[in-house]
């Protein structure tokens, strides 16, 4: 069985309502300002525990997926240098807003 190597990208950051869908197999988080990557990477591998993966199925079914997938996850790093705060353009909204959601691709390469 080959080895399966894939990329964790961000894809979109919008209201749920917003979001155009996407081919590739996808998860999405809760997402507020001045998040953490480790906030991040936890939300994200906790979505992938779960098996909430939107996109295609076959390719989420193969043999080894997941543990790409965590595996990418884990390799996600900042653009910017040291960034330490995340999303950070998001404004504080009251309890009765909407969530804002960031929607990551999986990609193998």
Not at 11 to 22: A, E, M, N, R
Not at 80 to 104: L, T, W
């Amino acid at each position: 069985m080959p080895h399966i190597r894939l990329d964790c990208l961000h894809y979109d950051t919008c209201l749920p309502s917003y979001f155009g869908g996407c081919y590739a197999p996808h998860i999405q988080i809760a997402v507020h300002r001045g998040m953490t990557l480790a906030q991040i990477k936890s939300d994200l591998k906790s979505e992938l525990n779960e098996g909430l993966v939107g996109g295609c199925d076959s390719i989420v079914e193969r043999h080894g997926w997941k543990v790409a997938a965590v595996a990418a996850v884990n390799r996600i790093t900042p653009n910017i240098k040291n960034q330490r705060r995340f999303f950070m353009d998001i404004e504080e909204g009251d309890e009765y807003c909407e969530s804002i959601y960031a929607y990551f691709i999986f990609s193998d390469t």
